[in-house]
Nanobody, 117 residues
Framework: QLVESGGGLVQAGDSLRLSCAASGETICASNMGWYRQAPGKERELVAT???????NYADSVKGRFTISGDNAKNTLNLQMNSPKPEDTAVYYC?????????????WGQGTQVTVSS
C-alpha cells in the first residue's frame, strides 16, 4: 500500500529526494518514517515524523536529511543532502497505525539508494 520513488545513483555531496505515497486504502497513521537496510545489516531508523509534525532523526543523518509529509494524506518525503557512501542502502517507507488493539506497521517495497564516492 506504500510506494516509494526517487531512489537511484548519486554522487557523494549531491542531493536526492525520496517520496512515498499510499495507493489504495488510506492509512490512519500516527507516525510515518523512513528506514534503511544496507547489505548484511539490520534495518535501521532514518527519520520519523508524527501527525503533529514532530521529527526524529538518527544521529548519522542529523543536519543532512530532512523528513516532511502529511500523515493524514499518507505522503512522505526525505530530502537527502550531502549523502555519503555509508548512506547506501534500500530505503523503506513506513506508516504505523493503531488498530484499537495493537500497533500495525505498513511497509513499502523499498527503493535503492547508492552513493558513490
Amino acid at each position: 500500500q506504500l510506494v516509494e520513488s526517487g531512489g537511484g545513483l548519486v554522487q557523494a555531496g549531491d542531493s536526492l529526494r525520496l517520496s512515498c505515497a499510499a495507493s489504495g486504502e488510506t492509512i490512519c497513521a500516527s507516525n510515518m518514517g523512513w528506514y534503511r537496510q544496507a547489505p548484511g545489516k539490520e534495518r535501521e531508523l532514518v527519520a520519523t515524523i508524527t501527525t503533529g509534525s514532530s521529527a526524529n532523526y538518527a544521529d548519522s543523518v542529523k543536519g543532512r536529511f530532512t523528513i516532511s509529509g502529511d500523515n493524514a494524506k499518507n505522503t512522505l518525503n526525505l530530502q537527502m543532502n550531502s549523502p555519503k557512501p555509508e548512506d547506501t542502502a534500500v530505503y523503506y517507507c513506513n506508516a504505523r497505525a493503531w488498530t484499537g488493539i495493537r500497533w500495525f506497521d505498513y511497509w513499502g517495497q523499498g527503493t535503492q539508494v547508492t552513493v558513490s564516492s
